[in-house]
């Protein structure tokens, strides 16, 4: 099999086109509707998916709110690109080796599914030729671009779909492998990398939906296949490796269909709504609303090849039903899976003599609200068991939670793409990729062996504290004196923890806020155990440090107040500590861990209460 990877990372810099800020809106200020036609594109052909997408006749509102323009909206000429996206993309295609153009020219991706109220996407060649290194392999890099991302999908409100402008028009970067990934391991370890230099430029955007790859996938005999937009690093090799048993399979029905060699699917279908009526259950439930249809398409051959035939539970029904869907209906119920719906044999059987079908025939049935929804969903049912016959139809799929993917449109081309006359061309000079080389990061495997030995923490720790965008101020805060285990924990476990705990968001927290704090455990004012309570207050209070140091602290504890307190908690609980052991020993550490209330360090407490329990046994003759 074959596997190439697009990675979209968002850029921390402003908008593409616009001025506009790039913080994501929660409340929209206004609303309007558009809807999008196709066009052609450079060639004056119009792509296939666009077609596809334009005949829905969809209806679209968009939410216009304080983060997006009149450019976003379509209503007024994009600005010139913006320059500290274009900086970037020169740094990042420094990063992978890759060749610069000698001028960037903006050009028009068609895109009428709503996404972008202007019905394209502005997009640019930066650089080609680069390649990346990952153990022991290196793949090329094609092609690096710079973007614009797409709006928000936000839902639907009476079936139209609401999109909101917040997001349209926020930098991506688009790094491209060539189709030389081998399985679902590798194009997870290939992303990762190429996630890891895009984060040590340090001018990423972070957080869900920032980052979004997508996976073109091939195996011998079939076809070239994108699953779009998968968000979750960790399920990217699921998608791959599922894709190839979904494409295996489809070569496997095809050549069981061209051993039985049937005739083509028909033309038209057959309306069973009178007959399926009196069912009143499942699917068939619906055709009690009036006006409600149920219609079926012969499908000749394809009895047994409509369901799972093997383990791994791919099937061609589900593939018919995803066509089906793309029209507007809930589904299609297939031969195979019956009998079943309130469908038992004898009406089985009569289904079967309506469409004259023979033991070796299947069919496809559906429930619409009316009879040209049937008949779309049917034509486009109709299509794609005719594909079948030859294999792998050319597809974007849909990423699903569970590692399955489902059909969304055709595979487009190139004829979507045109310039884009509103934006000039931008050369590139000398000066620009000199400064981009000056900002050149270190490599992601470099700066973690030279945190190892600065820092002597486990790997897995600094490369959280990496990823969580966090370095900056660990190496800040170490670079002060502060023990790096406490910083570590101070960043990836104390912080977290206190925010997702507090009942409000709390205190944006600055790095002179944490100098302040860990200030507060060197001098002793507070132990490092008490670090997580004061931080606690400080999320639910807010105000200044001091007052929540002040709120949660005693005056300073001595050695010898800690000595008489563990003394007491074990005279108090020798029973406990007779019957249960060195169990009980847990116990009482955590009681001594409040009494204390983080004025002491944690080792001292523990050192004072084993002390106090030996002596407690040296004086009953306990061993």
């Known amino acids: 099999m074959k596997a190439g990877l697009e990675v979209h990372q968002q850029l921390r810099t402003g908008k593409l086109f616009c001025a506009c800020p790039t913080e994501l809106a929660e409340i929209p200020r206004a609303r309007f509707h558009r809807r999008l036609r196709a066009a052609g594109g450079e060639t004056q052909s119009v792509d296939r998916a666009v077609a596809f997408q334009a005949a829905r006749g969809q209806r679209f509102t968009y939410e216009s709110t304080d983060s997006d323009c009149l450019v976003e909206a379509d209503e007024e000429p994009p600005h010139a690109l913006d320059a500290e996206a274009l900086r970037t993309a020169l740094l990042v295609a420094d990063l992978f080796g890759a060749r610069p153009v000698d001028e960037i020219v903006v050009m028009r991706k068609l895109v009428v599914d709503g996404s972008n109220t202007s019905g394209f996407q502005r997009t640019a060649l930066v650089a080609t030729d680069g390649n990346l290194t990952v153990g022991e392999r290196t793949y090329s890099i094609p092609t690096i671009c710079l973007e614009e991302d797409a709006a928000r999908r936000m839902g639907e409100v009476d079936g139209e779909p609401v999109f909101r402008l917040d997001r349209l028009g926020i930098p991506l970067i688009e790094v491209a492998t060539g189709p030389e990934i081998s399985d679902g391991a590798e194009a997870r370890a290939v992303a990762g990398e190429i996630g890891a230099l895009l984060r040590a430029t340090r001018r990423v955007r972070r957080g869900i939906g920032s980052i979004r790859e997508d996976l073109n996938v091939s195996v011998p005999g079939g076809r070239r296949i994108e699953i779009k937009g998968v968000q979750e690093l960790r399920l990217i090799g699921q998608y791959v490796d599922r894709e190839v048993a979904r494409q295996t399979h489809l070569l496997a029905v095809r050549d069981r269909l061209r051993e039985r060699d049937p005739p083509p699917v028909p033309e038209g279908s057959h309306d069973l709504t009178e007959l399926l009526r009196p069912v009143g259950t499942g699917p068939f439930r619906e055709l009690s609303r009036k006006g409600t249809v149920a219609a079926a398409l012969l499908l000749p051959g394809f009895a047994g090849l409509l369901g799972p035939t093997t383990d791994d539970g791919e099937r061609l029904g589900r593939e018919l039903a995803d066509y089906a869907r793309s029209q507007g209906v809930r589904g299609l119920v297939h031969s195979d899976e019956l009998p079943s719906y309130g469908i038992d044999p004898p009406l089985l059987e009569r289904i079967r003599q309506e469409l004259a079908a023979g033991a070796t025939d299947g069919f496809a049935l559906v429930v619409a609200p009316d009879p040209g929804v049937a008949a779309r969903a049917l034509d486009r049912v109709r299509e794609r068991a005719r594909a079948a016959v030859e294999g792998v139809p050319e597809e974007t799929r849909d990423p699903m939670p569970d590692g399955r993917t489902r059909y969304s449109r055709p595979l487009p081309g190139r004829d979507r793409m045109y310039p884009e006359t509103d934006v000039p061309p931008r050369a590139i000079s000398p000066e620009d990729l000199a400064r981009a080389r000056a900002d050149r990061p270190e490599r992601p495997a470099a700066r973690q062996a030279r945190l190892a030995a600065a820092y002597h923490l486990p790997p897995e720790l600094l490369l959280k504290i990496e990823r969580e965008d966090r370095l900056e101020p660990f ?146 003759g306990t061993p």
């Open 475 to 620: 190496e800040h805060l170490c670079g002060l004196g502060h023990p790096p285990a406490l910083v570590a924990r101070l960043l990836t476990q104390e912080i977290p923890t206190a925010r997702a705990a507090g009942a409000a968001p709390g205190p944006s927290w600055t790095e002179a806020d944490l100098e302040r704090l860990l200030d507060l455990v060197r001098s002793g004012r507070i132990a490092k155990e008490g670090i997580a309570p004061v931080l606690a207050r400080w999320s639910e209070e807010g105000g200044s440090l001091e007052s929540a140091v002040g709120s949660l602290t005693f005056p300073p504890m001595s050695r010898e107040e800690l000595r008489e307190r563990a003394r007491a908690i074990v005279a108090e609980n020798r029973a406990l500590l007779a019957e249960r052991g060195e169990r009980g020993v847990s116990a009482l550490m955590g009681d001594l861990m409040r009494a204390v209330r983080g004025r002491r360090d944690g080792r001292e407490v523990a050192e004072e209460l084993r002390a106090a329990i030996a002596a407690s046994r040296t004086e009953s």
